[in-house]
C-alpha cells in the first residue's frame, strides 16, 4: 500500500528527493514517517509528517538538510534531502501510522525501501 521511489547514488553534498506513494486515504488519515536502515545497523527514524496538524518533526542528524511535503496533486509524500553525507546511506522505507510516533512499532504500513548510496 506504500511504495517508496527516488534512491541512487548521489556525491557527499548532493541532493536526492525520494517520494512515498499510496492512496489519498492513507496519505490523508496516517502519519506517514521515514525510517532508514544501513547495513549492519538498526531500522532508525528519520522524519514524519503528522496526520493531526500537517506538522513535521525530524531527527537531529537530518534537521536542516532534510524535508518532508506532501505533494497532493501526486499522492506521494516526499523526503527532499540536501546536502547529503556518507552516514546517511542506506535503505530508505516510508511507513504510515495511525498515531504520531517515531517509534517503527507503531507504523502499520512499510513500503519496499530504496536504497540511498552517498559516495564519491
Known amino acids: 500500500q506504500l511504495q517508496a521511489s527516488g534512491g541512487g547514488l548521489v556525491q557527499p553534498g548532493g541532493s536526492l528527493r525520494l517520494s512515498c506513494a499510496s492512496s489519498?486515504?492513507?496519505?490523508?488519515?496516517?502519519?506517514i514517517g521515514w525510517f532508514r536502515q544501513a547495513p549492519g545497523k538498526e531500522r532508525e527514524w528519520i522524519s514524519y509528517i503528522s496526520n493531526k496538524d500537517g506538522s513535521t518533526e525530524y531527527s537531529d542528524s537530518v534537521k536542516g538538510r532534510f524535508t518532508m511535503t506532501r505533494e497532493n496533486a501526486k499522492s506521494t509524500v516526499d523526503l527532499q534531502m540536501d546536502n547529503l553525507k556518507p552516514e546517511d546511506a542506506g535503505v530508505y522505507y516510508c511507513?504510515?501510522?495511525?498515531?504520531?510516533?517515531?517509534?517503527?512499532?507503531?507504523?502499520?504500513?512499510w513500503g519496499q525501501g530504496t536504497l540511498v548510496t552517498v559516495s564519491s
Open positions: 489519498r486515504y492513507i496519505l490523508g488519515y496516517y502519519t
Open positions: 511507513a504510515a501510522s495511525d498515531r504520531v510516533s517515531k517509534r517503527s512499532y507503531y507504523y502499520d504500513y
